[in-house]
């Protein structure tokens, strides 16, 4: 039987349909000037205008970033639903991993979404969210509580993979910092104390380590400093720790380890050291499978199938783990290319801009906009998201 909120999502493709044109042109002119990380002013100012120009009320320089942004329209405060859009670039590649096709996705649906609700029926959020790839612009946004008033936060990713959700992992960056005591390596050698031997040394023992870390648990290190001469017993030596792991408890684990070898290696060595977070802490992803499920069968109807990630694959890491952390949330990722191929390469930037991210980026602001609609129109299904998202923070 057809309900009334049946009748509202009907409506749904139409209105992108009707905004087809207009939102890949969006999607090109991001593609054609790629901008990294808090430096998405055009990009930025470009989505705001769209926006402003539809009768939203727009809001700039959100938590403290320039490129950030936030845009909404209704009457009433709550219930809420956000549509995520990401437009930051990676350096050398432009678009390669999609990032044009998710902020035109999400402000088709947020644009669609509002067409088709009654003003008083709750409030449609499009949140401009910059440096994905490097920096957390979602994490400076949770931390000021731009999601705190949201019932859903909803996005996806173009990948290689038509995926219901994203097996997303914790991640951050440690800098840790050696300091000895400078010697001439043949004048006075016993008086220097080598801080560039400790940092190999740590590389040493966090090789040893990482042999019984658990699955998707892993440390990658680089030297950024290792000294200024070969004459010199270097004074001070530096390396840049990336950690990830499968949950967020499991990434302090991990940062626990990896001070409990830094403070061993500086007492074995006699150097200091100083260990500070580098980057801001990217979160696990906690799926909303409530709200998942709703986008795979509206996604289905524009005739793309989902399937649930491959056992013990895992994609990397995002800023969107500190939302889900907050909120219902959502990011699925649908296939615009093959998948004997990836994201962050060449290749995939192309296909960001080809015919087949053009269907997809239409298909998901559909499958994006019919949930957002469900999420305003229909209490039982926030409550069930609610309820799914409390059960999972306990368990996390």
Not at 31 to 42: G, K
Not at 52 to 70: C, I, K, M, S, Y
Not at 321 to 327: E, I, L
Request: charged share 20%.
């Amino acid at each position: 039987m057809t309900d009334a909120v049946d009748e509202v999502l009907a409506r749904v493709r139409g209105e992108v349909a009707a905004r087809a044109d207009r939102l890949w042109d969006m999607a090109r002119m991001l593609h054609s000037d790629p901008e990294y990380a808090f430096e998405e002013h055009r990009a930025a100012a470009l989505l705001c205008g769209e926006l402003e120009w539809a009768g939203f009320t727009v809001q700039r320089d959100v938590a403290g970033l320039p490129t950030a942004f936030t845009a909404r329209s209704g009457t009433r405060a709550r219930p809420a639903v956000a549509l995520m859009l990401e437009y930051d670039a990676l350096p050398g590649l432009g678009h390669a991993c999609g990032h044009n096709l998710i902020a035109a996705a999400g402000l088709g649906a947020a644009l669609a979404a509002r067409a088709v609700l009654d003003r008083d029926a709750g409030t449609v959020w499009a949140i401009g969210t910059p440096a994905e790839e490097g920096g957390g612009g979602k994490v400076a946004e949770t931390d000021a509580g731009v999601f705190d008033d949201i019932d859903a936060a909803l996005m996806f990713h173009p990948g290689v993979h038509s995926w219901q959700w994203a097996p997303l992992t914790a991640q951050a960056q440690y800098r840790v910092g050696f300091r000895g005591r400078a010697a001439h390596p043949t004048g006075n050698p016993t008086e220097g104390i080598d801080a560039l031997a400790a940092l190999i040394q740590l590389f040493n023992t966090l090789a040893v380590v990482e042999r019984r870390l658990p699955e998707g648990s892993h440390v990658q290190g680089i030297v950024t400093d290792g000294g200024t001469a070969t004459n010199i017993v270097p004074e001070y030596a530096e390396g840049l720790f990336g950690l990830r792991a499968v949950t967020t408890a499991a990434l302090e684990d991990l940062a626990g380890e990896l001070l409990t070898c830094v403070q061993g290696v500086a007492r074995a060595t006699g150097t200091t050291v100083t260990v500070e977070r580098a980057t801001p802490r990217y979160e696990h992803f906690r799926d909303s499978t409530v709200l998942s499920a709703r986008f795979a069968r509206h996604l289905a109807g524009t005739g793309i199938e989902m399937t649930p990630p491959a056992p013990g694959v895992y994609l990397g890491s995002s800023d969107v783990g500190n939302v889900s952390g907050r909120v219902p949330a959502i990011h699925p990722f649908v296939a615009i290319m093959e998948e004997d191929g990836s994201d962050h390469t060449p290749e995939f930037a192309v296909a960001a801009g080809s015919e087949r991210g053009r269907q997809v980026m239409l298909a998901a602001a559909e499958a994006l906009a019919r949930t957002a609609v469900e999420v305003l129109l229909r209490p039982e299904l926030r409550d069930a998201a609610w309820e799914d998202h409390d059960r999972a923070s306990v368990r996390s």
